[in-house]
């Protein structure tokens, strides 16, 4: 058989394809083998929605299919439940369908008295031109009216927002700084007076801004004085006075007196000393509570006044578009006016137009609504013909190569079912080298030696753009070729040398060398 090529194969090579010896210099050989044609069964069913359950696959690989043999059988529940969605589909588009000609002679109706009021209007144009136009002049003064309120109303929300109006209204620095004033006096009293029991009642005892409440305060100044002095006596004892009848040294220093009076005088002086520290904290806790209460007020005008303004700029852009539509339908109404006046006939072309346009629409989505009834009606009809019975059958004959389903699966909708072979259908494919693709176009003649089979013509039909090698210095292109003439008795990976460029008196040669072998 003439398939050899010229130089030397290296180990692990396909049978390299080549130029041969005895054949034109143009003469492309290539080894490869046949392929028979795979034939896809798919079942369009998009139309359902019901899931259909496979209860029963009857082929497998490598059977033997005739044409109308059974594939596979649904269950009896997904079948009734399919048929029932559809004769559903098939009820309402039909009603659809009635209630869509029903409508469609309203709209007719209704079309028709909009061309006789149209025809009208057109008629009497020009006695109506003024008050047509009066409407719409109206509206646009309103809406400017409307519009110079609202712009006002934005210009005081964004000037009482710009210029922190509630700020100053509610006084909150002014607040802000009594407060920080009297807290400030606060602390400067309480480091600056050292006081017995003053220090153990604040670390468990929290005022305004961590200090003692007022109560606190007394309760420690009564516990830790004991004397029952009056606040008089208690001030007077504070500023170094005495508090009875002896002699007083200042803040709380005996005046020469024995241990024990001393010790009352101390704490007669402390318990003042609280006393007034109690007034400074009340003084402390009233100013933060106005001030929370500015700053609360303050936030609360600020935040209304913010969503005041975002209203109010919303308010006027919807009038601003109330504005410009007005203008537009003003303008669109004096134009339509003049026209009517100008040229009655001109309006009521129109107004036949429009009524034929409104006509053509009605029977469109007439068209529509039957389109919709049909095609439930004929899903219905093609669910029973293809898989009425609950089977789905093989539309052609073949070699099963493939089973895409399985027992107790679901059938999808356009999915593969199976493949099988199609004996009608032979390839080859070839290898054929880097130095030899450039000659190679899709479209030309080949002729392909099959062992044992003889020889045919065929046509390339595909270039593999990837190149395959298996060596760094040999790169190989897949080169399919589809056969012609009669390849009934053509199977799967027969070996073929194909030959590329070949002129008739060289295919004769072929031939004969075949014969002889």
């Known amino acids: 058989m003439l398939v050899k090529s010229t130089g030397k194969e290296e180990a692990g090579k396909p049978e390299g394809p080549g130029r041969l010896p005895g054949l034109g210099e143009n003469v492309i050989s290539a080894s490869g083998s046949t392929s028979v044609g795979m034939q896809e069964e798919s079942f369009d069913l998009d139309y359902i929605e019901t899931k259909l359950e496979i209860e029963e696959v009857f082929l497998s690989s490598q059977d033997e299919a005739a044409e109308g ?77 409307q519009i110079k309120e609202a712009q006002e109303l934005v210009d005081e929300y964004t000037a009482s927002i710009e210029s922190d109006y509630y700020y100053t209204y509610y006084e909150v620095a002014e607040k802000k700084e009594e407060f920080e004033k009297s807290f400030s006096s606060l602390m400067q009293l309480y480091e600056e007076w050292d006081i017995p029991g003053l220090e153990d009642h604040y670390r468990t005892t929290t005022g305004s801004a961590g200090n003692v409440s007022s109560s606190g305060a007394a309760q420690a100044a009564s516990s830790d004085s004991g004397s029952g002095q009056s606040s008089a006596d208690s001030q007077a004892g504070d500023m170094g006075q005495p508090s009875g009848g002896g002699q007083a040294g200042g803040m709380g220093q005996p005046s020469g007196g024995g241990q024990g009076g001393s010790a009352s005088l101390t704490s007669e002086n402390n318990y003042t000393k609280l006393t007034v520290y109690n007034m400074q904290d009340e003084e402390v806790q009233e100013n933060e509570k106005l001030y929370d209460q500015a700053a609360e007020d303050y936030e609360a005008a600020r935040k209304k006044a913010e969503s005041s303004l975002v209203q109010a700029q919303s308010n006027l852009k919807l009038l601003n578009t109330q504005l410009e539509e007005a203008q537009i339908a003003y303008d669109r109404q004096q134009v339509s006016s003049r026209s009517d006046m100008e040229n009655t006939a001109a309006e009521s072309s129109g107004a036949q137009e429009a009524y034929e346009s409104e006509l053509n629409r009605i029977e469109e989505e007439l068209s529509v609504a039957l389109n919709e009834k049909e095609e439930a009606e004929e899903n219905l009809q093609a669910f029973e013909d293809t898989i009425g019975d609950g089977c789905l059958y093989t539309q052609s004959a073949g070699t099963v190569m493939m089973v895409a389903v399985r027992a107790g699966s679901e059938l999808s909708g356009e999915g593969m079912v199976l493949a099988y072979s199609n004996p009608a259908s032979v390839t080859v494919t070839a290898s054929v080298g880097q130095s030899d693709i450039a000659s190679i176009k899709i479209g030309e003649s080949a002729v392909v030696e099959i062992s044992d089979q003889g020889t045919f013509r065929g046509t390339v039909s595909k270039i593999n753009p990837i190149s395959q090698s298996n060596s760094k210095s040999s790169i190989y292109y897949s080169v399919t070729i589809e056969l012609d003439g009669d390849i009934s008795k053509l199977t799967q990976n027969l070996s073929a040398t194909v030959y590329f460029g070949m002129q008739e008196s060289e295919e004769e040669a072929v031939n004969e060398t075949e014969t002889q072998e």
């Open 69 to 145: 043999t059974a594939i596979l059988k649904l269950t009896e529940e997904s079948i009734q439940a399919a048929r029932r969605e559809l004769e559903r589909k098939a009820k309402q588009a039909a009603l659809d369908y009635r209630q869509q000609l029903l409508d469609s002679e309203e709209e007719k109706i209704t079309a028709k008295q909009t061309l006789d009021a149209s025809l009208a209007r057109g008629a009497y144009a020009s006695c109506t031109y003024e008050e047509s136009l009066q409407e719409y002049a109206d509206k646009i003064s309103e809406c400017k009216e």
